[in-house]
């Protein structure tokens, strides 16, 4: 029997009309890879229809069964199955059998209604689409087994689902995708089959691929997502001796990107060569309507950027046109150059398998950063602002509302300014490169750009300390704010609190940085955000309000407060800023009174290095061949001769009686200790040896005082260990090398000491800034800090704390 005969969809006991098979995912974007001709069923109402009206679909098979039996059998415990477009059942009650816990998921009600009436199994049955909706009911440990069963071929986004289907596998999981093939499919229902070309594309992501016959269907078996870098391709070379043409960059409601599967098998933008004199945004519009079949006014079209490159020797002047706003149905009108359009998630075009240079360009061009190590290309922007383009899925507005409520419950957020604004501004699309778990994740900061070393240069904060940053502004309706350190979001949040009235001037040093700053404000931002490149120690200069600026915000580690900060600030309002005192970073929120600067308030935190000519190169004096270093993050380093001996010597040991909770920050001891003991400095374990230096974890270091030939660090161990952080106890021990070794000891755990019993728990000390030179009878009292700017003035008396 082959598939041409009738009985391919009549075996069972219902009968499907004949290009039916399963329930179709977001009909609204369905297309056609044969021209315009139309799909049987495109509404969900249709499906519903179907399965109420008693109709079926063709039954799980002997040779199906048998080979998921023997590739995926369930796991000994806990084995977990989702079983996508399950109808009305029987794939999903037979994973059951096998041993599964099964979630069944279909967008059809009456489909549902069939299955859970006909079975008593234990599948749990989920009306969802797989497509466009929110899959949040998910199970959040993921699956071991995923199937797709006569049902891929009605995706619309196919490669968008299966990037989202991959993630929810578990390690060592696999997605079984059973389908007819169109080489065995009469043409009347091609559109329920795939051809090897659509195969191909189905395996491309994929490090394990297995292909086996099912009673004339195909199954294949996928392990291992691959998230392997796109490639950029090249078609033949042109003709003519340059070209030059328009593409279109569009999305859709839910913010994801348009592109074509060419037949030269790699993802484009629609577009294409301009004709005679015509306008480049004609030109997009036009090409998008004859590729997608999908409609866009001119007056929609932007043109932001004009890109030139080289193709094959033939010069190539590409044409980038944002559009926002479309209507009309996707169809796939030129079937001679492409087989699918589908719409894709910013974040997943770094880990498709081939886009077309010129589009791969463009979407940089967009989205600056979204695809990673593209070829060189001169780029000349067009000078327009385009209108905010809107669109998110519904998962981004649930996440953002389970991160601002995580925020609020953490006491970071009191105003309802600040809250509006964190449910308001979509954090994800000044992240286009994360998923939007990444980007809503309230304690996480999300990395945007890296040096050539690895290290991060520029980031999206966390959630929780941004929104502590604004509320220590103390921001009002109107006000003008400095942000130093672009990225977008911050400088947006700003921007709603302060209000229609209010403006953000954001410096930044870093052209790139500044360039993404200033596409993603004008994608998804107020209109109230000007990036300026510039040094961000200089401040904003020509940009300064009469009177100073209502507040200032700092969002990289400083390790002193350059004096523009201070005299652009408006006289009494706040700057907040993550300063560094002996390397530990704290956010201080700072009043103005005259020249000098109070400490209101102390967070602790961390951010990326200065870039700018605030950037400082810590002085390290390298240990027993460079396994230990001495930090001097304040000052020159000292005289260590004689520490090298010290260290080969007998280690001192002199507990503080001194403990904490597993859960208990000790913050305020790290800056006690900092500011209180001479010859303060930080002892850091660089290679990854026994040192014979005890509790100094690798990468991390600890206090230390350097004294004539000797050493002496603090570190803390675990002395009583519990079920819970509450109960777990660690004591500070005091470890010292040297002649004056058991001085400096003693020295180091008396500081301990004394901070239990005056400091700890009342918090941070006064702190005063004066501009470096102040005279000390002109200062307050406390202990002096002196930096290249200014002189901090510490003060740790009990009463005042």
Known sequence: MTHHDPEFLQRGHRTLPASTNWPVPDPSHHQSPEGDVPLAYTEQKEWDEHYAGGQGFRQLGDSERALLAEHV?????????????????????????????????????????????????????????????????????????????????????????????????REGGAIVVITPLAANTPADRRNIALNEDEISLLTSGWEQVQRFDADELAMVLLRGPRQGQAEVAEKERPTAHAVTGACAVVTDGSGRVLLGRSTSTMWELPGGRTDSSEPFEQTAVRELAEEAGLIADPADAHLLTMLWDDNHGVSRLTAVVRLNAFSGTLTCREAAKFSRWEWHPLHTLAHLDRIFAPSASALDAVWPGIIPGLPPVRAYPHAINHPRVDGEPAEAVRLRQEMTAAVISGGWAPSKEAREALRTVQRHRFTPESPLTTAYDDNLAVITRRDEDGQATSSVSAAWLQADMIESLHLEEGMTVCEVGSGGYNAELLAHVVGPAGQVVSVDIDPYVVKRTRRFTAEAGSGRVTALLGDGGLGAPGHVPDGGFDGCIITHNCWDIAPAWREQLAEDRHLVLPLEIHGYTRAITFQKHGNVLHARKFTFCGFVRDLGTGYRTTPVAKLRGGE????????????????????????????????????????????????????????????????????????????????????????HVLVNDADTSE??????????YGPDGTLLAEELAAAVRFWNLHVRGHGYPQLAVYPAGTNVREMSEGLVLDKQHSRLVFDWDAEKL
């Open 73 to 169: 059998p369930a796991p000994a415990e806990d084995g977990r199955a989702l079983d996508v477009g399950c109808g009305v059942g029987d794939l999903a009650v037979h994973l059951a059998s096998m041993g599964y816990m099964v979630d069944a998921v279909d967008w059809s009600q009456s489909a549902l209604a069939r299955a859970h009436g006909d079975h008593e199994s234990g599948v749990r049955w989920l009306c969802l689409d797989i497509e466009q909706g929110d899959l949040e009911p998910l199970h959040e440990d993921g699956y071991d087994l995923i199937t797709l069963r006569l049902m891929y071929a009605f995706l619309s986004d196919r490669t968008r689902v299966m990037h989202e289907l991959g993630r929810r596998l």
């Open 628 to 715: 230990l270093q001495l930090r001097f993050e304040d000052g020159e380093p000292a005289d260590v001769s004689g520490i090298d001996d010290a260290l080969r010597g007998t280690r001192y040991e002199l507990p503080t009686g001194v403990t904490v909770a597993g859960n208990e920050s000790f913050e305020t001891l790290q800056l006690y200790l900092a500011t209180t003991l001479p010859g303060f400095c930080r002892l850091a374990l660089e290679r990854a040896k026994d040192t014979g230096i005890a509790a100094v974890p690798r990468g991390a270091d600890a206090p230390a005082v350097l004294g004539d030939g000797s050493l002496a660090y603090l570190t």
């Open 727 to 736: 109960e777990r106890r660690s004591e500070f021990i005091a470890h010292a």
